[in-house]
């Protein structure tokens, strides 16, 4: 039985944490730069994020997408390919969602079933075929997952803003609602923490125990780590991209789907794209080194900055943006760890000879 690498999984895990600590150094050299209370702005931000019961369900409701968005991005990291599309297989999987729990017959379990099924079908359709222009096409992926975010976006956004918007609503461009029979179940009552939250955890740890523990996961981390030992091990880089691109849309996918069922009960343009769920899941499995379980960690801390941000603008004079400038200095971090590992492999490549 293969054994677990703890010393890897916890500088994993340490990674998120170092990151915190730049953060809001950063933080607070912008917080006393425009004379707030370092101290009590941050208080505010942890009261905001934990401060109560309410306000963790809410910071753990809003990580649920984020979380899910991550652990697809991880899996097509870890096998190699950068799936830069979460936006747009999100957008589509809960569309699809939406219109599979409103018009599939019957009672409201086989409603969310379809709905679930029809999300992450959806979503891992058009991560797919990001996979099948790259095979088939040689186009590059880093470009045709971003440019496919535009075209699901807008297209959602033409849909239920023209043929599939509510009839004889008074809102914007949006479905109609659905009904509540197909709601994801809330975990606690007065709180928006849905059912949906449970499913992302069980998530990151099978999916951790698929890439530790089976033989495939050990071929996309093979493929992700050494291509070219890959190849000669025997690995098919296109039949396992595909099958990568597959699974990580239709978690990108089911993160949209959750948002339907959980929280919107409805498909409601701008409602993923907005508050940037998917671009917070890539950050946050860039920030744990694409490890699933260190990403849920990065997902939830990445919503405790986005709701105790908010808690700092209720309550003080430093403007909300300074959750904002926190998150911008984990890019940076992510950047600096990033290119060190690049200029790091080089050196040994130059070292070793061409055969590194």
């Not at 043929?163 to 004889?168: A, V």
Request: net charge positive.
């Amino acid at each position: 039985m293969k054994r677990i690498n703890w010393t890897a999984y916890a500088q994993s895990l340490a990674a998120p944490l170092l990151a915190v600590g730049v953060g809001l150094l950063v933080g607070a050299i912008a917080i006393w730069a425009v004379g707030g209370s370092v101290g009590t702005t941050y208080a505010e931000m942890w009261k905001g994020a934990f401060g109560s019961f309410y306000f963790t369900a809410s910071t753990l409701t809003r990580a649920t997408p984020i979380i899910l968005t991550a652990l697809g991005v991880s899996l097509a990291f870890r096998a190699g390919f950068f799936n830069l599309g979460a936006e747009g297989q999100m957008v589509f999987g809960a569309l699809a969602a939406a219109l599979a729990a409103l018009y599939v017959p019957g009672p409201g379990p086989v409603k969310m079933l379809a709905a679930v099924a029809a999300g992450m079908l959806a979503g891992g359709l058009w991560s797919l075929l990001a996979g099948w222009l790259d095979t088939r096409f040689r186009m590059n992926l880093l470009i045709t997952t971003l440019l496919l975010n535009y075209i699901a976006v807008y297209t959602a956004g033409y849909l239920v803003a023209f043929p599939l918007k509510e009839k004889g609503g008074t809102g914007g461009a949006q479905t109609a609602m659905l009904d509540n029979s197909a709601w994801l179940p809330k975990l606690f009552a007065g709180t928006t923490l849905h059912a949906g939250f449970i499913v992302a955890i069980a998530a990151a740890v099978l999916l951790a125990l698929f890439l530790t523990f089976t033989t495939k996961g050990y071929e996309i981390r093979m493929l992700g780590s050494n291509p070219l030992f890959a190849a000669y091990g025997g690995v098919k880089r296109g039949q396992l991209m595909l099958v990568s691109m597959l699974l990580s849309g239709a978690l990108a996918g089911l993160a949209g789907t959750f948002e339907v069922l959980g929280t919107q009960y409805r498909y409601i343009d701008n409602m993923l794209t907005s508050p940037g769920y998917a671009w917070s899941g890539i950050m946050a499995t860039l920030l744990a080194g694409s490890n699933p379980i260190g990403s849920v960690l990065a997902a939830i801390l990445l919503a405790a900055l986005q709701t105790g941000g908010m808690g700092v603008e209720r309550n003080t004079e430093v403007p909300l943006e300074i959750s904002s400038v926190i998150q911008s200095s984990l890019i940076l971090f992510v950047s600096a760890r990033i290119t060190f590992s690049f200029i790091k492999r080089r050196k040994a490549r130059a070292a070793n000879g061409n055969a590194a």
